[in-house]
């Protein structure tokens, strides 16, 4: 049974990490050149916008680092207190990590675009950057669908008192 769980976990996380892979590396093997633009003749609403998209961009990847923590911290613990019957409820750990990590890929990816953009002081390719901070948001939205089934069989657990408040000796 275990040897099942375990290729289950992988099936799982490699499906999630291929899914992942392609729609980031499809967004930015489009990224073509822009031709650079003089100080003070950009599009001003569109750099605006590019900036206000960078805040959210740097907001979802600084939650997808701390809910990557947080998974691993929960991993840890539930070696020193055991919970019963929740075996299963581990395989949904690599498709959230996965997921988490690929969200943070597309915001680097993101943040290298938009450097990009803006050394060239152009912002006139804004589908390319909102494209991947949608991916970015949707790889995350991913991530806190399995965690939300994992956080609610962890608490069905605490809740039903199955949880032994000390480690084994």
Same mark, same amino acid.
């Given at each position: ?46 750099? +605006? ?53 690929? +969200? ?23 589908? +390319? ?41």
């Amino acid at each position: 049974m275990r040897a099942v769980r375990i290729l289950l976990l992988i099936g799982c996380s490699l499906t999630a990490a291929i899914y992942s892979h392609v729609r980031v590396l499809r967004l930015t093997s489009q990224f073509g050149d822009v031709p650079k633009i003089e100080a003070g003749r950009e599009d001003q609403p569109a750099k +605006s916008a590019f900036d206000r998209m960078s805040k959210e961009n740097e907001t979802l990847a600084n939650f997808a680092v701390i809910l990557l923590s947080a998974v691993a911290a929960l991993v840890i613990s539930t070696k020193v207190h055991k919970i019963s019957h929740v075996s299963w409820a581990y395989l949904l750990f690599g498709p959230a990590g996965t997921f988490l990590f690929y +969200s943070a890929y597309a915001g680097w990816a993101f943040q290298a675009r938009h450097a990009f953009l803006t050394l060239r002081n152009n912002f006139t390719d804004f589908a +390319s950057v909102n494209d991947l901070l949608l991916a970015q948001l949707d790889l995350f939205r991913f991530a806190l669908v399995f965690l939300a089934v994992v956080a609610a069989v962890f608490l069905v657990q605490i809740v039903g008192d199955r949880v032994s408040p000390t480690a084994p000796p």
